[in-house]
């Protein structure tokens, strides 16, 4: 069984970093990609960007590049994502969530790392 | 990027009766070498990550039940719910994954009249 098991919720000040964890069990690590998506409160999904877990190998969306890093551990099947220099507007919910590969649809999902950003 | 629009944005519908949301993507994700529609559908309730319900455009996701179905190619694609449950309310996302950066349609909220 697919479980995708996320780190506990943060707050962080303004021009902080975080990184959030997923640890995944239940499949081969190596063998799905690794995406992360935003949700805002009240907003919709935002992708960011997947992570190959085998190569290392990863892609950000435009608006979060620079900002954005996406790592893997793969002795203890955990991927990371780390954001830095937070804004306000960075204050979501964020998920990880695996697909099939690198053109296959997100199956399953971590239950959301939420991230405030507040001085 | 592909921008992917849903409509409406919200949707007021009675028990029992059809539900029906539309997605246009801004470029097609009709991949022609293996005829395949690169499109999910996704069900999010308040509090929980979403829970996939169709891919391939018209695939439903093992134990999603069978009143909720995915259709539409190229560009332009719709989820039906054939006999809307109470159960049904939430908001309904699709996505494309096509090529290598994935995006979501804005979502549509569903409600019971």
């Known amino acids: 069984q697919v479980h995708l098991v996320q780190s506990g919720a943060e707050v962080k000040k303004p021009g902080a970093s975080v990184r959030v964890s997923c640890k995944a069990s239940g499949y081969t690590f190596t063998g799905h990609y690794m995406h992360w998506v935003r949700q805002a409160p009240g907003q919709g999904l935002e992708w960011m960007g997947w992570m190959n877990p085998d190569s290392g190998g990863t892609d950000y969306t435009e608006n979060l590049q620079g900002r954005v890093i996406m790592t893997r551990d793969t002795s203890i099947s955990t991927a990371y994502m780390e954001l830095s220099s937070l804004r306000s507007d960075d204050t979501a919910v964020y998920y990880c969530a695996r697909s099939g590969s690198a053109d296959g649809y997100i199956d399953y999902w971590g239950q959301g790392t939420l991230v405030t950003v507040s001085s | ?113």
Request: proline share 4%; aromatic share 12%; net charge neutral.
């Open chain 2, 1 to 113: 990027d592909i921008v992917m629009t849903q409509s409406p944005d919200s949707l007021a519908v009675s028990l029992g009766e059809r539900a029906t949301i539309n997605c246009k993507s801004s470029q097609s994700v009709l991949y022609s070498s293996n005829n395949k529609n690169y499109l999910a559908w996704y069900q999010q309730k308040p509090g929980q990550p979403p829970k996939l319900l169709i891919y391939w455009a018209s695939t439903r996701e093992s134990g999603v039940p069978d009143r909720f179905s995915g259709s539409g190619s190229g560009t332009d694609f719709t989820l039906t719910i054939s006999t809307l449950q109470a159960e049904d309310v939430a908001v309904y996302y699709c996505h494309q994954y096509y090529g290598a950066r994935y995006s979501f349609g804005q979502g549509t909220k569903l409600e019971i009249k």
